[in-house]
T-cell receptor, first 114, second 115 residues
Framework: NAGVTQTPKFRVLKTGQSMTLLCAQDMNHEYMYWYRQDPGMGLRLIHYSVGEGTTAKGEVPDGYNVSRLKKQNFLLGLESAAPSQTSVYFC?????????????FGEGSRLTVL | AQKVTQAQTEISVVEKEDVTLDCVYETRDTTYYLFWYKQPPSGELVFLIRRNSFDEQNEISGRYSWNFQKSTSSFNFTITASQVVDSAVYFCVLSESNQGGKLIFGQGTELSVKP
């Protein structure tokens, strides 16, 4: 079982470049999330989705856009990357938003912006 | 506002010692969930336990135990007879019932278990 898969796992960008991180889950989960993790900190929520075709802002949404065109995929886009966006990005999914079950996380994507 | 505080940034113990990781949370909600996640050096996040605000029964699972006390807003985690494989960053996490599953993470406690 693949669970939650993130691509790419590593990426180096120059300031101003754009890129998209792809998250795919095969568990038929309704809810999907994008978090970022910075050194010495826990994860912070960027954007999330409560179902196909819906997205919402989290705690730190500035500089990012997301799309959920298919239930199994949740894309995170950086239109103009900045050094402050150097981080490890985690995608997660859950069956519902009522937190009766735990979130399932991907393995993370390490992004460096020079 | 909701907040999770893990005062211990790093803990180092010798194998077979017991170790307790502290967690204090703040929330105005009466219905909420608390979690512990483990992040080993490989980087993935591993779910360990979930507790809801109406269940203060403490739990033991193998070498792991959890102490949830609403009166002090604490949700501490103890590893008994620690092993080298327990070395990881441990996160205490809060989620309020009306927040659509959004998680509020503590800063994490890095546990190092030396042989």
């Amino acid at each position: 079982n693949a669970g939650v898969t993130q691509t790419p796992k590593f990426r180096v960008l120059k300031t101003g470049q754009s890129m998209t991180l792809l998250c795919a889950q095969d568990m038929n989960h309704e809810y999907m999330y994008w978090y970022r993790q910075d050194p010495g900190m826990g994860l912070r929520l960027i954007h999330y989705s409560v179902g196909e075709g819906t997205t919402a802002k989290g705690e730190v949404p500035d500089g990012y856009n997301v799309s959920r065109l298919k239930k199994q995929n949740f894309l995170l886009g950086l239109e103009s990357a900045a050094p402050s966006q150097t981080s490890v990005y985690f995608c997660a999914s859950s069956y519902s938003g009522r937190v009766t079950g735990e979130l399932f996380f991907g393995e993370g994507s390490r992004l460096t912006v020079l | 506002a909701q907040k999770v505080t893990q005062a211990q940034t790093e803990i180092s113990v010798v194998e077979k010692e017991d170790v307790t990781l502290d967690c204090v949370y703040e929330t105005r909600d009466t219905t909420y969930y608390l979690f512990w996640y483990k992040q080993p050096p490989s980087g993935e996040l591993v779910f360990l336990i979930r507790r809801n605000s109406f269940d203060e029964q403490n739990e033991i699972s193998g070498r792991y135990s959890w102490n949830f006390q609403k009166s002090t807003s604490s949700f501490n985690f103890t590893i008994t007879a620690s092993q080298v494989v327990d070395s990881a960053v441990y996160f205490c996490v809060l989620s309020e019932s009306n927040q659509g599953g959004k998680l509020i993470f503590g800063q994490g406690t890095e546990l190092s278990v030396k042989p």
